[in-house]
């Protein structure tokens, strides 16, 4: 909760991966939030009210899940919808002659794009979300010591680079429209 509160703030990308981490504990702990309290929250270095609202927290989004039928594969709709935003958002910087440097980072990403949805089972709705889906993977499989081929290293590199550009540029986006609104 208090991490995905500050990458909800400061990187977009960051923050859909780490609520995807967040899902896939939730379903390691096969949605016992008593045991995910007892084995992780109660580690949290925090005073008790904090680790109360995180239990909280964790319990909302497991019934997210629940409701959103993803108890076993899929992400929550609000994790859905913050893509869906994030790729409008990308279509719209795609449109504006003056992001030539981000038109020139997605063309170049784009083949890896193509490669990466030819090579996989998975079915991202777009090219944001085929990008999060291949950074994620490749974070589990560092997780899990997998051999990774300089060639999946070097297209990581490509993903998490464009990423990181259109978190960037999403993150002062929404700053404008929130000093704009004040």
Not at 36 to 53: A, C, T
Request: charged share 30%.
């Amino acid at each position: 909760m208090l991490i995905s509160r500050e990458k909800r703030k400061t990187n977009i990308a960051e923050y859909i991966l780490y609520m995807w981490q967040v899902e896939d504990t939730i379903r390691a702990f096969e949605f016992d939030i008593d045991r995910l309290e007892r084995d992780l929250i109660s580690k949290y270095d925090q005073p008790g009210n904090v680790k109360k609202e995180i239990r909280d927290w964790y319990e909302n989004l497991a019934i997210n899940m629940k409701n959103d039928k993803v108890e076993k594969v899929g992400h929550v709709s609000f994790i859905t919808n913050v893509i869906n935003e994030l790729y409008g958002f990308h279509l719209l910087l795609l449109n504006k002659p003056e992001e030539s440097d981000y038109n020139q980072m997605y063309a170049s990403v784009m083949p890896l794009i193509r490669e990466m949805n030819a090579r996989q089972k998975w079915s991202a709705n777009n090219e944001i979300e085929t990008c999060l889906n291949a950074v994620y993977l490749y974070l589990m499989m560092r997780l899990r010591n997998d051999k990774i081929t300089p060639e999946t290293s070097g297209a990581m590199d490509h993903f998490i680079k464009f990423l990181g550009m259109l978190s960037l540029k999403f993150k002062a986006f929404e700053d404008a429209s929130g000093e704009a609104e004040a």
